[in-house]
């Protein structure tokens, strides 16, 4: 790509993309189910609120197309990844392993136990946790003492690992789970952006010990604010409930509660939507596989550029397509955002690392070289469900 020059780049984007719309959005939500009606169920039967058939109905198709035995839907992802932490046993003043290059809803869940985030590099490739840059790492600063993973330069306790699946790219979930074995830490994927992505064959979000979605509207499905947690043990989702509903006893008339819990709960009005859009989850992910193959063989034409395709033994839902410029460059990556937005594109680069935000500024952190590289090189691409063109 010519410095500073990015018509070319430009052209192949919008080559891949419908010819009529002057302004197009990075993800928006597609309805074209039964969501009004669903939702008109709702309000024509009194029950919006924290119980209803939709609620149900919701965790148990998330259940099947999962392949989790148990989904538990909250109000929002965040509040699901707060509550896998707390559940996780990580307590004020521990540290939780966690990426760099992520989303910041993580790290706060993390900040919410009290505990500190401990930064954590990128894969090249799949830009999740690197597993061997981790596991590396963790050799030489922490011991092993009574079952807990110690931070031998801070005193504290590493109580967990947390992943995310990048764009809805899976990270490397069986080299993640050697790691976090190995040295005695809990396993928590945030799977917010991949619904519908499969390590493996296996859909993921429930190899760890517990695993957080989210759908919210710019999500491959959107119950408007929503999240669920996965699990594959019984005992733990009866906690999961219980936690995320106020930790109220159940009983008929009573209102016993014998721990401080969340109100998490997802309302039956958001579940509505959810049931919907879950009928139509198989049709966005053909759209959005279509969508990323137009992205792939246009950007492929374009020098000093990379697609970023799914990683492979993996199938990813493609919620964000992104493009990787081939040599990190801040000038490269303002003058194509900006002239992409005064075009119509509403790209966006990727996320500021989170040891970069000022509250997180001081917090512990390996080499972070990988994750700096992505930061200065990554492009996100429209990628709506209704941008996908019929051939
Ligand atoms: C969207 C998202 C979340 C959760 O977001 P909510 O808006 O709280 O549902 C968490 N982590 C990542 C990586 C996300 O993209």
Request: aromatic fraction near 8%; glycine fraction near 8%.
């Amino acid at each position: 790509m010519t410095t500073g020059n990015p018509q070319a780049l430009i052209d192949a984007i919008r080559s891949c993309l419908p010819t009529d719309l002057p302004i197009v959005e990075l993800s928006e939500p597609t309805f074209e189910g039964n969501e009004w009606k669903y939702v008109k169920d709702c309000l024509d039967s009194g029950w919006v609120s924290s119980v209803g058939k939709y609620v149900d109905r919701f965790e148990d198709m998330l259940a099947e197309f999962t392949g989790a035995r148990f989904a538990i839907v909250t109000v929002n992802g965040t509040a699901a990844l707060h509550a896998a932490l707390v559940l996780a046993g990580v307590q004020a003043g521990d540290e939780v392993l966690s990426p760099a290059f992520t989303f910041v809803a993580g790290t706060n869940a993390i900040s919410y136990c009290g505990a500190l985030p401990h930064f954590v590099d990128s894969h090249p490739d799949n830009l999740g946790v690197d597993a061997e840059k981790l596991a590396g790492y963790l050799s030489n600063c922490v011991e092993i003492k009574d079952g807990k993973c110690l931070n031998r330069s801070t005193g504290r306790i590493i109580r967990a690992l947390v992943v995310m699946h990048v764009f809805g790219h899976p990270s490397d979930l069986d080299a993640l789970t050697q790691v976090c074995d190995h040295f005695q830490l809990k396993l928590i994927e945030d799977a917010a952006e991949a619904v519908g992505s499969k390590y493996k064959e296996r859909h993921v979000g429930h190899d760890g010990f517990l695993g957080c979605l989210s759908f919210n509207g710019n999500k491959t499905i959107t119950t408007g604010g929503g999240g669920a947690i996965l699990c594959d043990d019984q005992e733990l989702a009866l906690k999961v409930r219980h936690l995320t509903t106020t930790a109220k006893i159940p009983h008929r008339w009573r209102f016993d509660h014998d721990m401080v819990g969340y109100n998490y709960r997802m309302p039956n009005l958001n579940a509505a939507l959810g049931c919907a859009q879950m009928e139509q989850l198989p049709g966005f992910l053909k759209k959005k596989r279509a969508l990323a193959e137009r992205y792939q063989q246009a950007l492929d034409t374009i020098p000093g550029v990379r697609f970023l395709a799914e990683p492979a033994n993996c199938k990813s839902n493609y919620w964000l397509n992104a493009l990787m410029l081939d040599d990190p460059s801040e000038d490269i990556l303002d003058s194509t955002l900006s002239e992409c937005h005064r075009q119509g594109l509403k790209v966006r680069p990727g996320w500021t690392l989170q040891n970069k935000l000022p509250m997180y500024r001081d917090m512990p952190a390996m080499d972070l070289s990988v994750a700096e590289s992505i930061e200065a090189r990554l492009i996100n691409l429209p990628s709506s469900v209704s941008l996908a063109v019929n051939e």
